[in-house]
């Protein structure tokens, strides 16, 4: 029985700012940041967006592609670093906002920047489990950067919502791994409005030793190998690093095979809907047949790796949705710097 | 006052979230919010409608000395909406500057976070429209 995809959506908010903005308040370099992380602009969310209403955005975007009935869907999981309540789930709000029934397991995920890809895993897992025709994995994140912090070039919005079952998938999930290790690279306590991170540890070993032991655990499972793949997508806290992790693992950063899913220099970091966003841009191109290779990280430390094979099923719902792409593109409307502050609530007010 | 609000706004949440209308078995003529009774010719059987989520717009108003709840999002455009099905409603526009609605554009309602009494309370959702 073939297990995966049978419905995708993303929602990106139209708000941008650009790097040189933000780096002109605090007196950084612009082109030295631009050079250094390839970043150009990023996405911020309008003052009424929030997890909740970007998750449902790409919830009913993954619905009408599926064309599946919400009632059926067994399950509604929501990873982010960025849920609205402390304590009150996202998923209910999402729930019942897209029409499923009562009889919905809802959980909320936290894993840093794996969140997204943690829905997905566990929603796949029910499905393949023969507990539920359909389970939804969604990513989603407001990100959180400080003022002034590194940071805040790259802390970015979006989310992209997944519908897993076994009728009519469009992409088949033939092989999954998990790599984990207590690597505290990036954190945010409790009652803390914005993560604290540790520097250059963020990169090597966290984010380049946790993504490469999940990717190699997981060619080794699967017998593959770089070039047997048509898109590969990772996880891009910014622009570099995901192309030196493609680089280091054989993929072909200047051709389409990398870059199809490579959106972060112009959409920011989404966190936990940075890898599920990519995905998202890449199922909305691929062709039957084609191989994906995702692999997602997650501060603290962890990564999720999955291989799909697109199946003839694709074509019939790709045009159901809007794409990810010109959403990204398209209709964007750029803020100054005092706008993004009050958009992002970073203003202090003694009211 | 905080907890009637959260009450009130929690039965309203099939029409605040997913815009459920219904649509009078006689004449075919759809309400929202949901009629008990079809005006007009007392009928009370009705079948349940969901909304398309699209409309356009056939007047608006801009607001600039908002209630509190909304006081930061002004100044903002709050404009009757005629959607697919010719339902009348009143909505914000949002995503889009004030000097860019027009009578007659076309509109998606988009779900989005309408108000909050404060940073502690309960956050308020609903439809909002955004430019097609």
């Known amino acids: ?351 | 006052m905080a907890q009637t609000l959260t009450a009130r706004v929690w039965r309203e949440q099939p029409q605040r979230y997913r815009m459920i209308a219904n649509r009078c078995t006689r004449t075919g003529k759809v309400f929202f919010p949901p009629r008990i009774v079809a005006p007009g010719n007392l009928n009370a059987e009705f079948e349940e409608v969901q909304l398309s989520g699209k409309g356009k717009v056939v007047t608006f108003t801009i607001i600039r000395v908002a209630p509190t709840p909304y006081a930061d999002l002004a100044p903002y455009a709050l404009a009757v909406i005629e959607t697919e099905e010719g339902v009348r409603l009143t909505a914000q526009v949002s995503d889009l500057p004030i000097e860019q609605v027009k009578i007659g554009m076309s509109v998606d309602f988009e779900f989005r976070r309408l108000f909050e009494d404060n940073e502690a309370s309960v956050i308020y959702y609903g439809y909002k429209a955004v430019p097609a």
């Open chain 1, 1 to 351: 029985m073939a297990v995966g995809i049978v419905g995708w959506g993303c929602k990106l908010p139209r708000n941008r700012i650009k790097l040189e903005e933000i780096a002109a308040v605090w007196g950084a370099d612009a082109p030295s940041y631009k050079k250094g992380l390839l970043l150009y602009e990023k996405s911020v969310p309008s003052p009424d967006e929030d997890v909740i209403t970007l998750a449902v955005g790409a919830a009913r975007n993954a619905l009408k592609r599926s064309g599946i009935d919400p009632r059926k869907i067994g399950a509604v999981y929501i990873g982010s670093e960025s849920h609205p309540y402390a304590v009150k789930p996202s998923g209910t709000t999402v729930s019942e906002a897209i029409g499923c029934s009562h009889d919905v397991h809802c959980a909320d995920f936290e894993f840093a920047c794996k969140a997204g890809s943690e829905s997905m895993y566990v929603a796949h897992s029910h499905v393949k489990a023969g507990e539920m025709p359909y389970a939804l994995g969604i990513g989603a994140d407001t990100s959180q950067g400080a003022p002034g912090d590194a940071l805040e070039y790259s802390a970015s919005a979006g989310a992209a919502a997944f519908i897993m079952g076994t009728e009519k998938v469009v992409a088949t999930i033939d092989f999954t791994h998990s790599w984990m290790s207590d690597t505290p690279d990036f954190w945010r306590r409790e009652h803390e409005h914005y993560p604290q991170h540790a520097g250059r540890f963020t990169g090597e070993p966290a984010y380049f030793r946790t993504t490469l032991g999940c990717a190699n655990a997981l060619l080794e499972k699967s017998g593959m190998q770089a070039s047997d793949f048509d898109y590969c997508v990772f996880h891009q806290p910014n622009g570099k690093f995901p192309q030196r992790v493609a680089k280091m693992m054989g993929f072909d950063i200047n051709a389409d095979q990398f870059k199809v899913g490579w959106l972060t220099p112009w959409l920011g970091n989404t966190y936990s809907g940075a890898s599920p966003i990519g995905l998202s841009a890449v199922l909305d191109v691929a062709k039957p047949g084609d191989k994906i290779f995702m692999v997602s990280y997650g501060s603290g430390a962890g990564s999720d790796g999955f291989i799909f094979t697109v199946t003839d099923e694709i074509d019939a719902i790709r045009n159901k949705a809007p794409f990810t792409r010109p959403q990204l593109d398209e209709n964007k409307r750029y803020l100054s710097y005092g706008e993004y502050t009050k958009f992002r609530r970073k203003i202090l007010r003694n009211s």
